[in-house]
Structures are given as structure tokens and as C-alpha cells.
């Protein structure tokens, strides 16, 4: 990347709470990029000057893919033949999101008919513009709720390999799936177009052994990349190095600071956006009383005298 930009999400014993895959939906969900491949989709490159590459838009037109999900068109290895002996095919989809900190979630429908364990579907993401690739259910870049893996709903898992060891998906589907996943507090994506230095792409993969089985290979539609607001998804102003919170976990009384300015609010959220508790004080608020709170993670958002900074923590028993 040409710019770095870290952020530190200090979330102390998190290693030891016991979460499953999940989605978080947030407050709210922007959109930012849909394909039903009913028309062009800038954002989804197929590679057409690769040699032997399968991807086409178009209508289905095989024994398992006869039809899209949301007719006429989809996006198929060949919409009228079986993939072929021996072949690699792959198509990227330039994972942008128009401002700054994102939340990205990608969502899209799916088939797949392969032959198991020896034949598979995965997807890379690289954040060099294409120079190196890592299997996404390998990427531990970003936060999620499912450490050290990404949100999830019906992705492959670790455990989910072909023979060469990637994880995949492989076998069949037995019809249409949704399949979802998502990164918390994602590097920023700076440039609108293709390609520039600081993009960072998906890559969907197909591979075929060298056993001939006629089968149908892997279909999706109905693409989507969203992007996800949560109550800490706002601009902070400063240096977020000025906002201390401790201790954390918190049993009891929570204390703030802020150098050299007033904390006048703050409110304290569930991670899934609700808001559960709410102090005020015009002098300057130093402690919250968080007794009543479940075990679990929360978002603890203050202003002070020149903006709002936003901080996690996590209530133990």
C-alpha cells in the first residue's frame, strides 16, 4: 500500500471468549456495490486473456445450473458446458469501499457440483493490488467476532480442504446457497478504479482434477458488497492515543480519560448497536458504574471539549 493507516483495537483477554461464526449487521447496512450480471458490473473482472479461463455471464443452460437465481443471467464456469479436465479458472472483484474506514460484507448466491475432495472452489484476497494472495478463511489482517477467522455464514472452514490442502468449497451444494462474510474496521480503499496501487481484490478460484466427470462446476449470482456501520464507525478528531479507558475487563466502575479536555458524555452500547446505558455531567464524567452489564463485549463512545472517540471493552463476570 502507498499509505499505511493502522488501527490498534485494544481488546484485552478476547482470546478467551467462546464465539461462533456470525454476521453483525450493526446499525445499519450502506450499500455500495450490487451485481445481478443482468448488466455490466464494473467492479467484477472475468480475465477473458487468460488462456482456458471458464467464467461467463450469461443464461445457464446445463443439466444442475438451468437457470440463475434471479433470472436471466448469472455468472458461470461456461453457462453451456462441464468445466473441463485439469483447468484453473478465476475472476477478481475489487473490494472498494468510498470512504474511509469500512466495514465491508460480502454477500452472494451459490452453486457448486464438483467432484469431492479432489476438485474446488475457494476465495484469495490480496492487499497488493494482486502481487500475493492468502485464502480469506486464513485472513487474520482484521478484527472479527470469530478470532482468528472472518465473520462468516455458510463459507468452507479450516477443516474443509481439497487434496492439495486449500481450504474450499467442494463436492455439491444441492441447490442454491447464500454464503456471507465480512471484516471489521478494514483498511480504507482509496482508489476508485482498475487497477490502481491501492486496491485490494477478491479472487473467486475453480479447480478441476484431471478426471473427466461431466459435472457442472460453480455458479454465482446476485452479488453484493455492503458496507457495515457500527456505533464506532464514526470520524474520530485528534489523537485516539488521548482516550484511556480502564481497567478493561471491567468488573465494577469503568474510568475515562481524556488528556487535557472534558469528557461531558458517554454512552454505552452492546455490539450489536443497542444502546444500554447513557451518563451526562457538564463537570466532566471520570467513572462509569457498570454492575448491571452482561459478560460480554461493548462499545463505550464519549465527547469531549473537540469531537467523539470511541473505545471497546469487555464486561466480565
Known amino acids: 500500500m502507498k499509505k499505511q493507516i493502522t488501527f490498534f483495537i485494544i481488546l484485552l483477554c478476547f482470546c478467551t471468549i467462546n464465539l461462533k461464526a456470525q454476521i453483525d449487521y450493526g446499525w445499519y447496512v450502506n450499500p455500495v456495490f450490487q451485481c445481478d450480471f443482468e448488466t455490466t458490473c464494473p467492479k467484477i473482472k472475468l480475465h477473458p486473456e487468460v488462456p482456458n479461463n471458464l467464467w461467463q455471464v450469461g ?15 448469472a455468472l458461470v464456469t461456461d453457462t453451456a458446458n462441464t468445466y473441463p479436465m485439469g483447468n484453473d479458472s478465476w475472476f477478481d472483484v475489487q473490494l472498494w469501499i468510498p470512504w474511509e474506514f469500512a466495514n465491508p460484507l460480502v454477500s452472494f448466491y451459490h452453486k457448486w457440483d464438483m467432484d469431492s475432495l479432489t476438485e474446488g472452489a475457494w476465495i484469495d484476497i ?6 500475493t494472495w492468502k485464502n480469506i478463511i486464513n ?11 472472518i465473520n462468516s455464514v455458510n463459507l468452507y472452514s479450516v477443516n474443509d480442504t481439497i487434496n492439495n490442502g486449500t481450504p474450499a468449497f467442494t463436492g455439491s451444494s444441492d441447490g442454491w446457497v447464500l454464503t456471507q462474510f465480512q471484516w471489521i474496521w478494514f483498511l480504507p480503499i482509496k482508489d476508485n478504479g482498475w487497477p490502481e496501487n491501492d486496491t485490494i481484490l477478491l479472487r473467486f478460484h475453480f479447480l478441476s482434477d484431471n478426471i473427466e466427470t461431466s459435472k457442472d462446476g460453480w455458479m454465482i449470482d446476485d452479488f453484493h458488497i455492503d458496507d457495515v456501520q457500527f456505533p464506532g464507525s464514526i470520524r ?21 480519560r481524556m488528556e487535557g479536555q472534558r469528557i461531558f458524555s458517554a454512552e454505552v452500547f452492546s455490539f450489536e448497536g443497542r444502546l444500554v446505558y447513557a451518563f451526562n455531567d457538564p463537570a466532566g464524567l471520570e467513572k462509569l458504574s457498570m454492575p448491571q452489564l452482561k459478560p460480554g463485549l461493548y462499545w463505550v463512545m464519549i465527547k469531549s471539549d473537540d469531537g467523539k472517540y470511541g473505545r471497546q471493552c469487555f464486561v466480565k463476570e
Not at 126 to 131: A, D, E, H, P, R
Not at 139 to 149: A, G, I, L, R
Not at 237 to 256: H, K, M, T
Open 59 to 73: 443464461i445457464p443452460s446445463k443439466t444442475v445450473f438451468n437457470s440463475a437465481y434471479s433470472p436471466q443471467r
Open 126 to 131: 490480496s492487499y497488493n493490488n494482486g502481487l
Open 139 to 149: 485472513d487474520t489482517s482484521w478484527f472479527s467476532f470469530n478470532p482468528p477467522f
Open 236 to 256: 474520530e478528531y485528534g489523537s485516539l492515543d488521548q482516550f484511556r479507558i480502564w481497567p478493561n475487563p471491567v468488573a465494577d466502575e469503568l474510568y475515562l
